[in-house]
């Protein structure tokens, strides 16, 4: 062996050894290392663990306390109730146990318990917030099955959205655009609220914050900061399963600035009436002086203790009367020729359509049968079972359903696509349909047949000036351009086009010398 041969092997030996001596205390670094990691997870582990079981008991106590003082009150006689707690205080203690064998994190270990007191709080009345404190719901999901919009209406505004969202949206959710879809039901253990269903609106029960909504691919505007929602003239009305997608808010501080700004506009008003009037006409974008003296006489006769509710009610059902006759609001000249001022302060339609015309007081004349009848030929075939696109149809038995169920049917017929909704003898849409029942006072429990029918036809004739009409205070012309406004059938005019040519959907087909001579000789005959 060769110097050179000794001394290479020398070195090769060396830096073998060397390799072996660092690869030895890195894999001790390692193992320490890793140690040190096992360490600090079990640490995290006891520390995540405690923290749990500190959360269990906060949010066990707290559910329990609240629970206990509920089975104080009415609660006390409701076995099923009562069971529920149990459940809850087991679920408790089985979870305590669990957190105490595991020792380590499993927060996630409450998910099953909050899950189960999610889905049963609305049957009984309470709110359960991540805390654990309990809150009790002014209304139970077996008394939401009966309770009527004005007992809505009673409610803070911040209350209410929760009662008519599938999901039971909290508003504050919505307010601070945590949630921008809504699902709406008025359907509570299997039954459908008809009077909720009817009569609530989005204005009512979404927070000021929301301005501008979809639904079912068309953007509504809000009417100032309280009012409905409105595309063009429209209305967004709000059924069972409706769904709307908040597009646009406004913060608090928006609107903390315009009432700022609304309250010194009310502050020299002394009437206190008179100033909350004009104060609910400033949120809602409404001339104040359209409807000031019709509310307040009308508001001077309702209980003190009623009035809030009644205010937001009547300015709800102008804003009907604004979406189902396509008002233009802004536009007082046309409101209040519509509405027939008298010159006294009484807007008459309004009164007629919210004061509850008695429809069993409509006496049907043979000449309105008559002109009925001869509207009907050109909008139905006379058929009351008629529906748009199917005017001989008989297998839906319309006169066999009530009007709750002819409105849902409607609903329905539209969301599958239909253009529109009409139905019956007299192609009722299901707007001018609802406006009938609020104005007549009518149950949507009664049937829609044959009589119904009749009446709700006449109502809409006396709607269009029938009485004026015939007593000669109102033209032929005009009285036919009434209703032609109605009934899309009749010619707005000599020149025989439909006041709505040109929708698409509508075209006058009644001859106009038909309907002109037929309102001549009716006319003539008183």
Known sequence: MNIFTFLKKIFFSNLILNFQEVQGRNNENLSQKENKEQQTQEEKQIE???????????????????????????????????????????????????FQELKQENIDILSGLKTFVEENETNFGIE?????????????????????????????????????????????????????????????????????????????????????????????????ISGEFFSGNNRLTIREGTNI?????????????????????????????????????????????????????????????????????????????????????????????????????????????????????????????????????????????????????TKIKFTDMTISQVLQFQDSYVAK???SSAVGKYQFIRKTLRACVQATGISLDTKFNEETQDKLGLYLLKLRGLDKFKSGQMSVEQFQLNLSKEWASIPKDSGGKSFYAGDGLNAAHLPHKKIYSYLQNMRKNG
């Open 245 to 393: 997608e908040i597009t646009e808010l406004r913060t608090k501080e928006e609107l903390e600035q315009i009432l700022q700004g609304f309250d010194s506009q009310v502050g020299n008003i002394k009437n206190d009436i008179q100033r909350k009037i004009t104060l609910g006409a400033l949120k809602r974008n409404i001339d104040s002086n359209i409807v000031l003296e019709t509310f307040s006489k009308i508001l001077e006769k309702t209980p003190e203790n009623e009035r809030k509710y009644k205010i937001e009610d009547l300015f709800t059902q102008f804003e009907r009367i604004i979406g189902s006759y396509d008002l233009d609001k802004n536009n007082p000249e046309e409101v209040k020729k519509y509405l027939e001022n008298d010159g006294n302060g009484n807007l008459k339609s309004f009164n007629q359509f919210v004061g509850k015309i008695d429809i069993n007081n409509l006496q049907l004349r043979e000449g309105d049968k008559g002109l009925l009848d001869l509207i009907s030929v050109f909008e139905s075939g006379g058929n009351y079972n008629s529906l748009y696109g199917k005017g001989s149809q």
């Open 48 to 98: 995540n663990n405690k923290a749990g079981m500190k959360y269990l008991s906060s949010y066990g106590n707290n559910l329990m306390k609240g629970l206990e003082n509920i089975s104080k009150t009415e609660k006390a006689d409701d076995p099923e109730f009562q069971a529920f707690v149990k459940q809850v205080k087991e679920k408790i203690s089985r979870l305590g146990k669990e």
């Open 417 to 419: 696509g239909s253009a």
């Open 128 to 224: 359960v917030d991540n805390a654990g404190n309990v809150e009790k719901l002014d209304f139970s999901e077996e008394e939401l099955e009966n309770i009527e919009n004005k007992d809505i209406l009673s409610l803070p505004k911040e209350k209410r959205l929760q009662y008519v969202t599938k999901q039971k949206i909290d508003s504050d959710r919505v307010s601070s655009g945590e949630i921008k879809n809504l699902d709406f039901t008025f359907t509570f253990n299997g039954k459908l609220n008809n009077e909720l269903y009817f009569k609530t609106t989005a204005g009512q029960v979404l927070p000021d914050e929301v301005g501008v909504v979809i639904s079912n691919g068309v953007e509504y505007k809000r009417s100032g």
